[in-house]
């Protein structure tokens, strides 16, 4: 049985690694001038989709930019949707938007209940020029909210833009995006003692932020799930589907845990390895290292990134466990001022919130002391 | 150095949300606090670059 049979559906198709970009924290070998075979795609999506799964399978189109193919991705879509496949299908692309307008705007707008698109935007119109090639200026920013109002908007932050994190998640909470996937950049050089003050400084504004509005739906920087903490199953979760719940297709159609373990981005070598983990070991995800800290279910990593830069998915990169720290405690200061220090009226509080915040006090109870001994350092 | 977070307050303010829900607290178990966490596949939460949020769980057009 291969990969894909007894998986959940969430499948990659990578439609080109070329990009009209060139961000600073890009990991993708953008040389090759390949692009998918739609043809061949056709024949390799006909095959899964003819089986129900009982979940929805989720196609995701994946470049580069994937709108720089956009006639083969207009093609593959169209065919698909007249084909009454047993399963239901959902399609997915992310983008950097700076080439939907005009005919793709059209298009993406006629079919928007079944092909979504997530934008890639990093903050102000200065951190998204620093980090993505001057491509503020190129995105209509208004269509993608009124487009897919509830979908998120990635904002990556290197450390190019660490000290302006506050400002451009609040820029974009302007903007009217109410899903703000805000996180650090992987593989890129966090080691620098500059980055844990910026970071630190700027989560402490975030705090002030959200505090003073606290109805907005707080970016995923400043979310962590403290009530997981009180359950012991957690610890051995893993941080995504790579593997177990996501089969990546590269452009020759062959399978991988994620893209991030295709040849173009990991090398030939590692990428033929990567077929031998096994990523529902929690063995295999849990470093000796990070075993025993107590935060490790509320520390996210991206095995990918591991495996390419330390040979291990099981390997973090410690400069940014520093990061990570600041960033629990910061969110966990601010929860526990909103929750035990909250001048507001417990007894008007709905079950489910008086319930949510118990399980949030049950998680920062347990690492109260390694949160305090932070404080001191 | 004072506790930014102090371990007894913590302690009252969560026995008095507690002892205010109006079911036994094991009865919302499941119920309601993982829910705005469960962004992505698997137990993801955003945490990484690699995906651009494109999972399942993440796609929320």
Not at chain 1, 162 to 186: C, K, P, T, V
Not at chain 1, 260 to 286: D, H, Q, R, T, W
Not at chain 1, 298 to 313: K, L, V
Not at chain 1, 337 to 345: A, E, H, K, L, T
Request: with cysteine.
């Amino acid at each position: 049985m291969n990969r894909t049979e007894h998986l959940e559906r969430n499948i990659y198709i990578t439609t080109n690694v070329t990009c009209n970009l060139n961000c600073t924290y890009c990991y993708e070998d953008k040389t090759s001038k390949d692009t998918f075979n739609v043809d061949m795609t056709k024949l390799q999506l006909s095959t899964l989709l003819s089986v129900k799964t009982g979940k929805r399978t989720i196609i995701n189109l994946h470049g580069g930019e994937p709108f720089v193919v956009f006639p083969k991705i207009k093609e593959l879509c169209e065919w698909l949707w007249v084909q009454n496949f047993p399963e239901k299908f959902i399609i997915f692309v992310t983008s950097n938007g700076t080439l939907v307008h005009g005919e793709i705007k059209e298009w993406l707008t006629k079919h928007k209940d079944k092909f979504i698109v997530g934008l890639s935007l990093d903050g102000t119109r200065r951190m998204q020029n620093i980090n993505r090639s001057n491509s503020f200026d190129l995105i209509d920013i208004d269509f993608f909210v009124e487009t897919w109002p509830k979908q998120g908007v990635k904002m990556t932050i290197s450390p190019l833009t660490i000290g302006h994190l506050a400002e451009g998640i609040i820029f974009l909470h302007s903007q009217g995006i109410q899903d703000i996937r805000a996180n650090l950049a992987y593989m890129v050089d966090w080691a620098n003692s500059i980055y844990i003050q910026a970071y630190q400084r700027e989560l402490q504004k975030l705090g002030v932020f959200y505090k003073e509005n606290p109805n907005l739906h707080k970016s995923s920087i400043f979310n962590v799930n403290f009530a997981s903490l009180s359950e012991p199953e957690t610890v051995q979760r893993k941080w995504c589907g790579a593997g177990t719940e996501i089969v990546a297709h590269d452009i020759d159609g062959r399978e991988y845990p994620c893209h991030l373990f295709f040849e173009s981005v990991c090398g030939k070598e590692k990428s033929e390895m990567s077929k031998y983990i096994n990523f529902a070991n929690p063995n295999e995800f849990i470093s000796k290292e990070c075993v025993n800290c107590p935060v490790l279910a509320i520390c996210p990593t991206c095995y990918g990134s591991n495996y390419i830069e330390r040979d291990n998915i099981a390997n973090r990169d410690m400069s940014i466990c520093k990061l990570n720290k600041i960033r629990i405690f910061e969110v966990a200061k601010y929860e526990y001022d909103r929750i035990v220090n909250s001048n507001s009226n417990i007894l008007e509080l709905s079950d489910e919130e008086k319930f949510r915040r118990v399980k949030i006090l049950d998680g920062i109870e347990k690492i109260l002391p390694f949160l305090n001994e932070l404080n001191q350092l | 150095m004072k506790q930014v977070l102090d371990l007894q307050k913590l302690i009252v303010v969560k026995e008095e949300l507690t002892l205010l829900l109006s079911k036994p607290i094991a009865s919302y178990e499941g119920a309601y606090a993982y829910e705005d966490f469960q962004m992505g596949c698997s137990s993801c939460t955003g945490g990484c670059t690699s995906c651009y949020g494109s999972c399942s769980g993440a796609m929320k057009g």
